[in-house]
């Protein structure tokens, strides 16, 4: 059959592998657990690809009423970050038959159009993180399932979320300042109505307002490196003293205020000690190199497409937040002498 000019079919993988064709169908459509043995379905995709078979699906498609695509909506495409979500995303999409369709939402945040004509009839689900949450409203209508990331586990509108342990990654970076000895801080938060980053301001100010005779003052600042510039050095050129560390919301914020920082004389870690969070490249790029909090992006966006895979079979997604790492470099340090 290998060397025929005709495309092979289930039937052909069914004889070659000794099964029925519903066995077949079984395994190549990923239903198998529970119906078939392993060593059947490895069987059986052993003779698929002998034969060089590819099920065809679209016609697959429109019989079940399924397109086996997903729609993954994130905030403008600025950071690497969510390229690394749809990554991983799309590797768990595709050991499944599904293809991901990236959405970024006009701004990073707000309302987008519907980029499909239907977008109940084009997709099967969509994955969103919640600081693009306001462009569902034109995506989702009443019925497609929805996974939220980065959202309020008690108030998404989704049917399952998945989050990064981000209060568990600020307080890694609360307790490392605090250890050293800082005990005045300035909080550079991001501007952004998001549940992620509010998330973030509380439990920084929770764990140093634990601390007797600290101190923590929060500007804010979109996320740019102007924004975070302009911010930083309007906070820090005033008379009067000075925080000791520096905690940025992310690693943008804190390349942002580097540049602020060095326009007013003053040296990281010297001086003033900063931390990001997500752990970009481009925390290795600026010197000194920026302490920070690694998150995994891929598997953020595999975790979001397991779960998004157990809503569309009847199934409970895995529960549990994704571990943070804090990444300790050289800009931080024990606080100078006044």
């Not at 070659?16 to 395994?27: C, I, R």
């Not at 801080?185 to 601390?211: C, K, N, P, Q, Y």
């Not at 804010?220 to 919301?249: F, K, M, N, Q």
């Amino acid at each position: 059959m290998a060397g025929s000019s005709t495309r092979p079919t289930s039937r052909d993988v069914a004889q070659a592998a000794g099964v029925s064709q519903a066995a077949v169908s079984l395994v190549l459509g990923d239903k198998w657990r529970g119906r078939v043995s392993a060593a059947t379905a490895e069987r059986v995709r052993e003779a698929a690809r002998d034969l060089g078979y590819r099920p065809n699906l679209a016609a697959r498609n429109l019989r079940l009423g399924h397109t086996r695509t997903v729609l993954l909506v994130v905030p403008a495409l600025t950071t690497e970050f969510f390229a690394g979500v749809y990554t991983g995303a799309a590797r768990i999409a595709a050991q499944h038959g599904f293809g991901v369709v990236l959405y970024p939402s006009p701004e990073g945040i707000g309302p987008a159009r519907d980029p499909f004509a239907s977008a109940q009839a084009a997709l099967d689900g969509i994955i969103a993180s919640s600081m693009a949450a306001d462009a569902l409203t034109a995506l989702r209508g009443d019925q497609l399932p929805l996974v939220m990331l980065d959202s309020d586990p008690d108030g998404s509108p989704g049917s399952a979320t998945v989050n990064l342990d981000i209060a568990d990654g600020v307080r890694q970076v609360a307790e490392h300042l605090l250890e050293l000895g800082h005990r005045h801080f300035l909080h550079l938060a991001a501007d952004v109505a998001s549940w992620t980053f509010e998330i973030r301001g509380r439990e920084l100010t929770t764990r140093v307002g634990a601390v007797p005779d600290t101190s923590i003052r929060t500007i804010r600042a979109p996320i740019s490196i102007a924004g975070a510039l302009a911010a930083t050095e309007a906070a820090l050129a005033g008379p009067g003293p000075h925080p000791t560390a520096l905690v940025c919301d992310d690693d943008k914020l804190a390349a942002g205020a580097y540049k602020a920082l060095r326009r007013l004389g003053l040296r990281v870690p010297d001086d003033i000690s900063v931390t990001g969070l997500d752990d970009l490249a481009l925390a290795t790029a600026i010197d000194p190199e920026l302490t920070t909090v690694r998150l995994d992006a891929e598997q953020f966006g595999e975790r979001g497409m397991q779960a998004l895979l157990a809503v569309l079979e009847g199934r409970a997604p895995e529960h549990g937040d994704i571990p943070v790492e804090l990444v300790v470099r050289g800009s931080t340090a024990p606080p100078g002498a006044p």
